[in-house]
């Protein structure tokens, strides 16, 4: 028997990583004006109603004896993705042009995935009213409010 452990999906850390170059670039403007306008996400794109539930499920299976699943699978790589696009597109804009400034400090030492996954949930469950909005939205939204550029 093949004991390895199974793959995840490279699309989703694709689809990940495109959505968060887009943000980084776009996002100041668009998450005013998204939160301003309570603009729905288009129906093929994931809410923080989706997301939400899978990092609920990823805290679950942080416990002893429970088994990963798909759905926590996702949150995990997911916010691991969103953040090393965060961090290497904010890097690239900000070395093309002293004059931008990163939307989200993250400390130096960076965090853990666990972290990740509470500021999130713990974002997320306090903006019910927004959780019909564009994951990448709320992510970049909660990361501001953890970790705001003084």
Known sequence: MNSAPPRIKTWHVYRAAIWIALL??????????????QQTA?????TGVELLRQCKDAIRESDPGIASTPSGTMC???LAG???GSIVTGNFYQAQSRSLHAAICFPKGGITGDQEILIVVKWLSDHPQLLHLNEGILVEAAFQDAFPCK
């Open 82 to 84: 969103f953040i090393a």
């Open 76 to 78: 995990i790589g997911y």
């Open 42 to 46: 288009p129906d093929d794109a994931y």
């Open 24 to 37: 980084q670039f776009l996002l100041p403007a668009n998450l005013g004006m998204a939160l301003a306008t």
